[in-house]
């Protein structure tokens, strides 16, 4: 039977809102929910410790390139390389990414280089929504090939850890895997669902972690999800058992149900990230 590895980094206890450890919580019911049951995670974060499939390494570091000297630390270890080398497929999972129960269980009669979505979905927690734009790049979440992320990588996009994993995904992964077997997600079926909420600097908080909805802009919030594309709806089953969690998390944090966007969010306007990918990645790719 074919094994996975899921590595993730946690946010630290302290930069957490209660709507970001309902996240958490999510990742975590995402990960139990597998049909398929060969399958460890490595959390790198603020503990040192193992418990049945989850392993945490403490990843110390306050800067950037601190923490990417102890990410190189961690992959270098004895703990980290015997997970690794045991596992068949390494995936990077966010702690606010849901992985698809199915997926593994998909992954594991394949035979493929890198099973990623073309079709990326995201979900709004302010109002439930969920909408799938594709893309011409791979996003951070992909189900690699063991061989590929263990092995060094110092072409387009290398990041400091010098890890392939590591690399700036939009730059470095279609260079990478152009000659290798690549299969992408049944749009229905895809790899993970990104979840989005207005905790964090970039998308709206106003200072972090916000306690409440009071410390939220929300029309900064819907700034930062016009970025992600039309919120055309889509129709995707996969997630649903999580999402009650997360509809009871965002009236426990805002005092205030789910509702629905913006009109100007659900038009048909392009956005200034769409037309930048477009110039990078003209015309139509098969990956």
Do not use: C
């Given at each position: ?117 073309q079709h990326h979905t995201f979900y709004d927690i302010s109002s439930g929504s969920i909408t799938q734009q594709k893309r011409n790049w791979f996003a951070s979440t992909c189900i690699h090939k063991k061989e590929h992320v263990l092995s060094a ?135």
């Open positions: 039977m074919k094994k996975f590895l899921f590595i993730t980094h946690i946010t630290p206890v302290a930069k957490r809102s209660v709507l970001r450890q309902a996240l958490i919580d999510a990742y975590y019911k995402g990960l139990n929910a597998q049909t398929y049951s060969e399958w460890k995670v490595i959390v790198m974060g603020e503990e040192e410790r193992s418990e049945g499939k989850f392993n945490y390494f403490h990843l110390q570091g306050e800067s950037r390139e601190e923490k990417f000297n102890a990410i190189k630390k961690i992959l270098a270890s004895e703990r980290f390389l015997s997970l690794a080398n045991d596992a068949d497929y390494i995936v990077k999972l966010d702690d606010d990414d849901i992985i698809s129960p199915h997926v593994l269980e998909k992954v594991s009669t394949l035979d493929v280089d890198v099973y990623f979505d990588w110092n072409g387009p996009g290398a990041s400091l850890v010098g890890n392939l994993l590591y690399s700036e995904h939009h730059a470095s992964w279609h260079v990478f895997y152009q000659d290798k077997k690549m299969l992408a997600a049944d749009p229905n079926e895809p790899v993970y669902m990104r979840v989005l909420s207005p905790t964090s600097i970039t998308s709206g908080a106003l200072a972090g972690p916000p306690k409440s909805i009071a410390e939220i802009s929300m029309e900064k919030y819907y700034n930062y999800l016009k970025s992600f594309g039309n919120w055309k709806a889509a129709s995707i089953k996969s997630f649903n058992a999580v999402l009650p969690d997360l509809a009871a998390a965002w009236l426990q944090f805002s005092g205030k149900p789910q509702q629905k966007l913006p009109v100007e969010l659900t038009t048909n306007t392009e956005n200034k990230i769409l037309r930048k990918i477009k110039s990078i990645f003209p015309g139509k790719r098969n990956s």
